[in-house]
């Protein structure tokens, strides 16, 4: 049996309740929310932080520490849901998420040709074909044997064809091949194991376990669009349809990697380098210091690109790229990634079609999201507010696929080998 399912985590299928608790695992701290669910909108009615140690990417689960904190962050966040709700809300399923540079990705094209073409296509042959994917993953994985030390922990169908056409929802249609494009995230035993008993000592039921840069990229409505997203020690870059994750590239290069190429030579204390970037942004060097940053910070730039299109290169499926490109600096250190992804030197680097048109993601640009709270506003509710979009998205009635890859991941026994 997979990982997911000797823990015991519940299966999504229908939403079990219209009230949802989400988890953000976050650099210094944990982000809690109470939502209401309704049709595809999620509603913040009480929200709280707490600050732990060691719960971002390089460290290891402390389960008794992190538990401590997202219990007080869970309470406040639960007491604050009386004013908007009439009443204190506690929910009983909770979705947490976990830092993108402990999990990594697989991308899986399964297609089958059916018997009887000119039937319907039924749910119970998709969920067939959804599962028929997962265990493709899992064979290529080998997550299977015992004493695996990862597990598969999310999945999302990116891309549906009926006959070399993309559809939305095949059920209902006739036709002959059908062809799933999903894309596999893992991570750590140790970390599932963590995450899933602290979700125990809360009174919980862990619904999911999802990766910040797959929830990053649920609002994104583009039918085609690339997500860069740069954290402390790593970037990735993920190929999004329609806010669903298709394929990711990643390479362990982030903003502490740019800021060291940037100071590079000019012998700044590690204490100071904030210091000195904000001078630099608002013109306050003396001008032979401020072109040496210049030129540092864009050979540094420069560098960081060819290695991230270079991974792009070896990860996608082809050479057709899409050139509606979002980005996010989830460090707040170096901002002038969004500019540098707009050069003529990206565009040529990645082999782009045509100019880039790149946005930073913005908080206020997450759809079906409400905050009844008004608190989750600025850049550092990004993650919370798009995790709240993840999970309306999921649960609305129209995402019936969606929830039946994640009754698959999350609780599908696999056959022992």
């Not at 050139?323 to 030197?345: C, K, M, N, Q, W």
């Not at 640009?365 to 709240?388: E, I, Y």
Request: glycine letters at 8%; charged letters at 20%; a neutral charge.
């Amino acid at each position: 049996m997979a990982l997911l399912g000797r823990l015991n985590l519940k299966a999504a299928g229908p939403a079990p309740t219209s009230h949802h608790t989400v988890v953000t695992w976050e650099a210094g701290h944990v982000r809690t929310a109470v939502l209401r669910l309704s049709g595809g909108t999620g509603e913040i009615l009480g929200l709280a932080a707490a600050p732990v140690q060691a719960s971002g990417y390089g460290s290891h689960p402390d389960p008794d520490r992190w538990y401590r904190a997202c219990d007080v962050a869970l309470a406040q966040a639960e007491d604050m849901t009386s004013r908007p709700a009439g009443r204190k809300i506690v929910p009983d399923y909770v979705t947490m998420t976990i830092p993108s540079g402990v999990t990594r990705s697989l991308s899986i094209v399964d297609e089958t040709r059916r018997r009887h073409s000119r039937r319907p296509i039924s749910l119970d042959e998709m969920q067939t074909l959804l599962r028929r994917g997962y265990r493709k993953a899992q064979d290529r994985l080998d997550v299977r044997s015992r004493g695996s030390r990862e597990d598969i922990i999310a999945g999302t169908l990116a891309l549906i064809t009926v006959d070399g056409q993309q559809v939305s929802d095949p059920v209902g249609m006739t036709g002959d091949l059908v062809q799933l494009n999903i894309c596999f995230s893992l991570a750590p035993a140790e970390w599932i194991r963590s995450l899933q008993l602290i979700a125990q000592r809360l009174g919980l039921d862990l619904g999911g376990i999802v990766p910040h840069h797959v929830v990053l990229a649920s609002p994104l409505a583009d039918a085609a669009s690339l997500l860069v997203v740069v954290d402390s020690s790593i970037t990735t870059v993920d190929q999004v349809r329609r806010g669903r994750v298709e394929w990711v590239a990643s390479i362990p290069h982030g903003a502490e990697s740019l800021l060291a190429g940037t100071l590079e030579g000019l012998d700044v204390p590690d204490n100071q380098t904030e210091a000195l970037m904000r001078a630099f942004r608002s013109g306050q060097l003396r001008e032979d210091v401020d072109q040496r940053l210049s030129a540092n910070y864009w050979r540094a730039l420069r560098q960081w690109m060819g290695r991230l299109a270079d991974q792009v290169s070896a990860v996608a499926p082809s050479s057709h790229l899409p050139f509606r490109v979002y980005s996010h600096d989830a460090t707040g250190l170096v901002p002038e990634i969004t500019p540098a992804l707009a050069t003529p030197f990206w565009e040529q680097r990645l082999g782009c079609a045509r100019c880039p048109k790149v946005d930073a993601l913005d908080p206020n640009g997450v759809s079906a999201v409400l905050d009844s709270t008004g608190q989750a506003n600025g850049p550092a509710f990004l993650l919370l507010r798009s995790m709240v979009h993840y999970v309306a998205r999921l649960y609305a009635p129209a995402y019936v696929l969606d929830r039946l890859l994640c009754d698959i991941v999350r609780a599908r026994p696999a056959a022992r080998g």
